[in-house]
């Protein structure tokens, strides 16, 4: 979801919080879990990439916000995958969870790819690579 689109979402009460996921969760699961309550627009499970999984929770527009009230009044306490779930509404902080509370997308700069991904702190390799250029040069 966009930024913009997003914050609407969130001010209309549309986007629920689905917290208590199990690993086995994915977002199939998620929207057969929760599409009783209502058509859904998108599902969102942000994922921990060095970990390969998602972060144990994600969030679910629905087209209207009854439905999601609806959804947090059914869910919330309920099991999935033997695990009891925390379902509420949205709030903007928690959407912030999906990019840092940043309105561009993470990708679009390599250092959050090194950092976070490829385990490479851009800090670090520099000073590595300083005190290779010292060795080399006798320093």
């Known amino acids: ?17 689905v917290g208590g996921l199990a690993e086995a969760a994915n977002v199939s699961l998620l929207r057969a879990a ?3 309550f209502g058509p859904i627009a998108s599902v969102d499970m942000p994922m921990d990439y060095v970990e390969g999984k998602h972060r144990g929770f994600g969030f679910v527009e629905y087209e209207d916000a009854e439905d999601a009230e609806e959804a947090v009044f059914n869910m919330d306490g309920g099991e999935l995958l033997g695990k009891t779930l925390k379902v509420s509404l949205a709030q903007a902080n928690q959407l912030h969870k999906l990019s840092d509370g940043k309105t561009e997308a993470i990708w ?8 976070n991904v490829a385990g490479i702190d851009q800090d670090t390799e520099f000073s590595k ?7 080399l040069l006798g320093i």
């Open 1 to 17: 979801m966009e930024a913009a689109v997003q914050a609407s979402a969130v001010a209309s009460k549309r986007v629920v919080f």
């Open 34 to 36: 929760m599409i009783p």
């Open 108 to 115: 679009k700069s390599d250092e959050w790819f090194q950092k």
């Open 129 to 135: 690579n300083q005190e290779d250029a010292k060795a």
